[in-house]
């Protein structure tokens, strides 16, 4: 065992460290209040080489573990949730499944303008219908010569209008669940891919998530992501690593929480005293910090595990219930740790609240991932 | 990163598994019932080296790495926590020799124990000083070449079969300045004066003795003082840093215990035509647990691999570690007692034996309450 970071991972680390703190935290009151896409943000993490962490060098990549993009994605999600939420699906769910699954063809077609951050990506697998239960997902994909027409709706797919290239699962044989599922590259300017309005939401303000619709929507054969049948084990598996992701958002509000949570603590008086010299917030203190470096740790593990080549869809599974719920709870504590100002849009101490819950929602809400759990230790 | 176990660790967590599955489980339930010292689990853990664990090989050990040492009180701690005490005390009543003995001090006292042919014990507590360590009262006088001890000491893990003791006592004679002039010293059993009062009564752990001590004119050579005159206090916080991932992980050897236990039995127990597990209320609580077991699972071993790297900063992952891994002990073994409904409270399964020994981890070496405060001191140092 030894759980230090690679003279590499640490470089990365130091790297996205100044990058979000010279660059995101300056910006991330004003995203939260206005709700626009931070493009700004975005084309400075590309400047960087940051939107290509998983893409080989080969593809213009930087060729990096997924230990080094949970990295990155907690450092930018220290300060906006929703910045790291956008360079998240891009950089995992949005672009390793081209990673993992594409021909060489696609590959040199697609990955390029992914790293270096020309395209974004996007991943359409919710339905109206289909949320938990995706496999019976009704978007359909019928042949058409040499190709393929996709018809149907997604909903709640982030960087929706923003992306360049949306990986949209889709059934090539209706009626058969998961059997059926097909994955596919669609250019965000294929015409027959049309998106709904921006979404108003809770939190996460900035990141674009609207409806996609496909109709009658045509893509060549080349542009399948894998076999004929082959999109739910494509999409199941984008998710495994996918959640090693929110998992490190989630680290990063806690950790960004707990932070801001002790500055105040020491600097704000009341009865003649700072009040961290007030029992019940050392306490609070306390159990923030155990839960945030609990999480951190868990994060790390699968992502290592993942880098290793082990299984580890138990523990991406495992560390994104516990960072989740963890930033749920550790956000809400900062909150009340600054009392009333807590509760004021000035300070991101109610923002970082509005943010946490989505982390316990998305790619697999927390009660699906004890489903995934429990799946796992009936099998084990 | 590499969050694997060497071969060598590997190798002994099998070793000390099998070991434990064949002699220790069919005894658990009896240690428990009689709480009586288990001196054929002593002896056992002596011959196979287990006791050995906690040492270097220059003192005759076998490691002397604290993952290595985590690793063989978890595997215990699954099938009994009285059990796991005894290596568990034997790294805690050594480790002042090892981080503050001279050699001869180390050469002397070190090797019987990583023999098991003596056993140690740590006396720190007192009935007035508990969690206030510092304010405790056992005062030594020194006379020309040694130290005479008058006082008691309260609440000690094997006190009364130990033979090495390492007591904190004052060096001060007005008793004025809590935590400072409190010195540490090797007391052997057979010294004239050294008295063992009663054993407590327990909820749990109850083969584990917990003594009462007695120091009456006890005269201790200067030799056997360890440290400088009034770094004793230091020295017990040090020692704990140490020993704290050693609640830590028995408190995650036990929840993994009762956790394997409750999957088994939801697995069988079949209620409305199926298996319980098939609910998803049950399911749901194995999959919370095992999550909760995953997180104390990598705080332990990162505060063992922060130990064996020597990291600069250890106490605030040492008591983040021993906090949760107790809590999750905790709230597992009552969640296991839980599936198993109400055979879960009966004496015939080993479910409410387990949440009863949990229990002890949020208390000893530190109440959880005590490890907040070092955390919270910690933390808030660091972002100074
Ligand atoms: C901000 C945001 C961004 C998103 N981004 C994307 C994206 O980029 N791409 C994409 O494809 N999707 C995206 N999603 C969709 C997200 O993954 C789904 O919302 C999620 O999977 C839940 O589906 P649902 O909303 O339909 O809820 P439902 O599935 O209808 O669930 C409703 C409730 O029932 C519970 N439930 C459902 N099934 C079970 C079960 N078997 N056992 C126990 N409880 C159950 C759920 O936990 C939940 O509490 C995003 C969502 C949000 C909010
Ligand atoms: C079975 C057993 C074995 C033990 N083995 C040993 C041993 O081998 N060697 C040894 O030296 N000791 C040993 N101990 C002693 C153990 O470490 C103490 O019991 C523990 O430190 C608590 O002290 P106390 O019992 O006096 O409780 P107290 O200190 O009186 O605490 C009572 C309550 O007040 C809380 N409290 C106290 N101070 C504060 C504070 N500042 N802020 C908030 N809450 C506070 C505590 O958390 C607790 O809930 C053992 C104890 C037991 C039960």
């Not at chain 1, 626009?36 to 939107?51: I, S």
């Not at chain 2, 005490?85 to 003995?101: C, D, E, K, M, T």
């Not at chain 2, 407590?200 to 200067?222: C, H, W, Y």
């Not at chain 2, 030799?223 to 609640?247: C, T, W, Y």
Request: overall charge negative.
């Amino acid at each position: 065992m030894d759980l230090s970071l690679s003279p590499e991972q640490q470089e990365i680390r130091k790297l996205v460290r100044d990058f979000a703190g010279r660059e995101v935290k300056p910006r991330a009151d004003a995203i939260d209040h206005s709700g626009e896409f931070p493009r700004d943000l975005v084309k400075k993490a590309a400047e960087l080489g940051l939107l290509g962490i998983l893409v080989p060098d080969a593809y213009q990549g930087a060729g990096l573990d997924h230990l080094s993009f949970a990295i990155f994605v907690e450092e930018v999600a220290h300060y906006s949730a929703s910045t790291a939420g956008i360079l998240d699906v891009h950089g995992s769910v949005g672009t390793e499944p081209i990673v993992l699954f594409g021909t060489e063809d696609q590959k040199r077609r697609w990955l390029p303008d992914l790293a270096r951050g020309e395209k974004l990506a996007a991943f359409a697998l919710t339905e109206p219908e289909a949320g938990s239960d995706a496999a019976h997902l009704k978007t359909t994909a019928s042949r058409n010569g040499h190709g393929y027409l996709l018809n149907g709706s997604k909903i709640f797919i982030t960087n929706a209008g923003e992306a360049g290239l949306y990986i949209v699962m889709a059934s090539t044989r209706p009626g058969s669940g998961a059997e059926g599922i097909t994955a596919f590259l669609v250019g965000g300017d294929n015409p027959g891919l049309k998106v709904g309005p921006k979404f108003k939401k809770m939190g996460l303000n900035g990141s674009a998530i609207a409806e996609v619709h496909l109709d009658n929507c045509a893509v060549d054969e080349a542009d399948r992501l894998g076999d004929e049948g082959q999109g739910f084990r494509i999409a199941m598996r984008a998710l495994d690593s996918g959640r090693i992701g929110i998992s490190a958002q989630a680290v990063g509000l806690a950790q960004g929480a707990l932070d801001d949570a002790v500055a105040y603590a020491k600097e704000r008086k009341q009865f003649g005293k700072p009040i961290a010299e007030l029992q019940t917030i050392q306490n609070k203190i306390a159990d923030m910090a155990v839960k945030t470096r609990a999480a951190r740790w868990m994060t790390w593990k699968a992502a290592a595990l993942c880098d290793a080549g082990r299984p580890f869809t138990k523990e991406a599974s495992m560390a994104k219930l516990f960072s989740t719920d963890a930033a749920m709870e550790i956000t809400l504590d900062a909150l009340q740790v600054f009392g009333g100002y807590g509760y004021l849009e000035e300070y991101p101490m109610a923002r970082r609240v509005r943010d946490a819950k989505a982390c316990q929602i998305y790619e697999g809400t927390n009660q699906v991932q004890r489903v995934v759990i429990a799946r796992e230790l009936v099998r084990s | 990163m590499d969050f694997g176990l060497t071969e060598e660790q590997q190798q002994i967590r099998e070793m000390v598994h099998d070991l434990c599955l064949e002699r220790v489980d069919p005894r658990a339930a009896e240690i428990d019932e009689s709480g009586e010292f288990p001196w054929d689990i002593k002896e056992l853990f002596a011959k196979h080296d287990i006791l050995a664990i906690p040492f270097t090989p220059d003192y005759g050990g076998v490691s002397g790495r604290a993952l290595t040492l985590l690793v063989a009180i978890e595997e215990i701690s699954k099938f009994c926590v009285t059990s796991s005490l005894i290596l568990s005390v034997q790294s805690l009543g050594s480790l002042p020799i090892w981080l503050a003995g001279t050699d001869d001090q180390k050469r002397k006292y070190l090797p019987p124990l990583a023999r098991g042919e003596q056993l140690a014990a740590f006396a720190l507590t007192e009935s007035g000083s508990g969690s206030d360590a510092g304010g405790m009262r056992t005062r030594v006088i020194k006379r020309g070449d040694t130290y005479v001890m008058n006082g008691s000491k309260t609440f000690i893990t094997g006190g009364s079969v130990a033979d090495t003791i390492v007591v904190f006592a004052r060096t001060d004679q007005d008793g004025d300045t809590p935590a400072r002039d409190i010195s540490a010293f090797i007391v052997e059993k057979a010294m004239p004066g050294f008295k063992v009062g009663k054993l407590e009564k327990k909820m749990g752990i109850r083969g584990s003795p917990t003594a009462q001590l007695f120091f009456e004119d006890v005269k201790i050579p200067s030799a056997n003082r360890l440290g400088k005159e009034g770094e004793g206090f230091k020295l017990a916080m040090q020692v704990l840093d140490h020993s704290r991932p050693g609640i830590a992980a028995q408190a995650l050897g036990i929840a993994e215990g009762a956790f394997e236990l409750a999957r088994r039995y939801a697995g069988e127990r079949r209620q409305f035509g199926k298996p319980i597990m098939e609910f998803q209320g049950i399911q749901f609580m194995l999959a919370d647990m095992a999550t909760q077991i995953e997180a104390a699972r990598v705080l332990t071993y990162a505060a063992g691999d922060a130990l064996d790297r020597d990291q600069p900063a250890v106490t605030a992952g040492s008591s983040m570690a021993k906090l949760f891994a107790s809590d999750t002990a905790m709230r597992v073994t009552t969640d296991a007692v839980q599936i198993l409904g109400g055979y879960g409270y009966l004496r015939d399964f080993p479910a409410e034996r387990m949440m009863r020994d949990a229990k002890i981890t949020q208390i000893y070496e530190g109440t959880n309450e005590i490890q907040r405060l070092v955390i919270a001191r910690e933390v808030l140092k660091e972002k100074a």
